[in-house]
């Protein structure tokens, strides 16, 4: 397990505006901002580390903060170039505990537990805990008890949710997206309670206590490059904080993830920005005009990695060439981690992976970026919970699940190797596919 140590720093600004172009293997734009209907300050961390491949250009070295996070070892494989720092970085995309989820959990307890969440997790467990940074999207509020625990359309989650991801290895949690104010202020105010308590084992991002919270940017420092963490949504399906309160949400504004950026790019050596954006329906494979425009916006204005979470499917990722000529990795949607969603394009998402290398000269760059397709699958009961990377994903094991019996369209019941593996390689850029899938 990670341990993790939080260093308070300060803040600053600059300025910038150019190529984030459509993603092929099928992708155009539409702008979509609908509310969710499917179903079911600078803090600072220091972490320890670790292939050789493509690579891009990101920047110069910045000047890196100070903190500290130690341990790990990772199963990524590894070259030992003594000139430069490798460091192995992990985003999986939406964690959605849907009744049946918790249920599920229930069932599983044994012990004296309530839940058992974890072995639902085993088909990625050693790829998290190998990783040296690990982020995750957890899309359901952890609100406590007292609010009562529930699944769509009201998220509340129980605390051995987010207990899991930390047992699993995940250092960083976001929380800005359009469920977290589900149990309204209450709710919310719990879930950042809850986060705090365990700030010492993970870094929860795109929750604030105040305005002057959220205008302390997150870094993490691992092997003494710095990494600052932004994160936004699009929406809050129609519920807002009352005036009164102190709370802070970062919605996106284009203006204010620019101006954000640019502040961040002034404190770290890199700016990740995590966005919960685009639509969810039938299109929704192919990034919105929104998501291309914000994307370049953000690339313009410094940030290196862009992380996208929403759409519940998959969406591919790309190069986007800023104003100054560097790139931006740009990860439009990871699609569902785990879920009980209904149609077979929701229970399809992917787990990106890439390292960061830092050579002698102090030069950074994002090298081997891989978009690991996920299966989550379950039984015709909507049980029997279990997160897979596609390669380990049999026929047998497709045969038996239970989307056929639930699916809300013929079509979108199709559960065969075929189809679901299709969801990737019709929406990922061959060079960013495992190898099994080119």
Avoid at 68 to 75: A, F, G, I, K, M
Avoid at 249 to 275: G, H, N, Q
Avoid at 312 to 332: K, N
């Amino acid at each position: 397990m990670k341990k993790i140590t939080f260093i308070l720093a300060a803040l600053l600004m600059l300025t910038s505006m150019s190529g984030c172009g459509s993603d092929t293997n099928g992708a155009s734009s539409g702008l979509v901002t609908t509310d969710e209907t499917t179903d079911p300050n600078a803090t600072r961390i220091d972490v320890p580390s670790d292939s050789d491949t493509d690579s891009v250009n990101v920047r110069d070295d910045d000047t890196a903060v100070t903190g500290s996070v130690t341990d790990n070892d990772t199963t990524a494989p590894t070259v030992n170039n003594p000139d430069e720092t490798r460091i192995t970085f992990l985003a999986a995309g939406d964690n959605i505990i849907h009744a049946n989820v918790y249920t599920d959990a229930m069932n599983r307890a044994t012990g004296g537990e309530k839940y058992n969440f974890i072995d639902m997790y085993d088909g990625i467990a050693d790829m998290v805990e190998g990783a040296d940074i690990a982020l995750i999207n957890q899309e359901s509020p952890i609100c406590g008890e007292e609010l009562t625990i529930s699944g769509y359309p009201n998220f509340n989650s129980p605390d051995e949710v987010g207990d899991t991801l930390i047992e699993l290895g995940f250092d960083i949690v976001n929380i800005a997206n359009n469920h977290m104010l589900d149990k309204l202020e209450r709710g919310y105010k719990n879930t950042l309670e809850y986060w705090k308590e365990r700030e010492n084992d993970i870094l929860m991002i795109g929750g604030y206590n105040s305005r002057e919270d959220y205008e302390n940017i997150r870094i993490i420092e691992e092997q003494g490059v710095s990494i600052a963490f932004i994160s936004y949504t699009y929406s809050t399906n129609g519920q807002q904080l009352p005036a009164s309160s102190e709370l802070y949400i970062p919605y996106i504004s284009e203006s204010e993830i620019v101006r954000m950026t640019k502040k961040a790019d002034e404190l770290a050596d890199l700016v990740f920005v995590v966005m919960h954006w685009g639509g969810e329906n039938e299109n929704s494979f192919t990034p919105s005009s929104s998501q291309y425009s914000q994307a370049q916006a953000l690339a313009d204005a410094g940030a290196d990695v862009i992380i996208g979470m929403h759409p519940h499917v998959i969406q591919g990722m790309d190069w986007c060439t800023a104003a100054d000529g560097s790139d931006t990795l740009v990860v439009y949607s990871l699609g569902n981690l785990l879920s009980t969603q209904l149609n077979n394009r929701n229970l399809v998402g992917g787990i990106v992976t890439f390292d960061i290398v830092k050579d002698k000269n102090g030069d950074i760059t994002i090298e081997n970026p891989i978009y690991n397709p996920t299966v989550t699958h379950y039984n015709t009961d909507r049980l029997g919970l279990q997160v897979y990377l596609m390669e380990n994903y049999t026929a047998e094991l497709a045969a038996l699940h239970g989307t056929p019996y639930h699916a809300q369209s013929s079509s979108l019941g199709v559960w065969t190797l075929d189809k679901i593996r299709s969801f990737a390689t019709d929406n990922v850029k061959e060079e960013f596919l495992p190898d099994f899938l080119k």
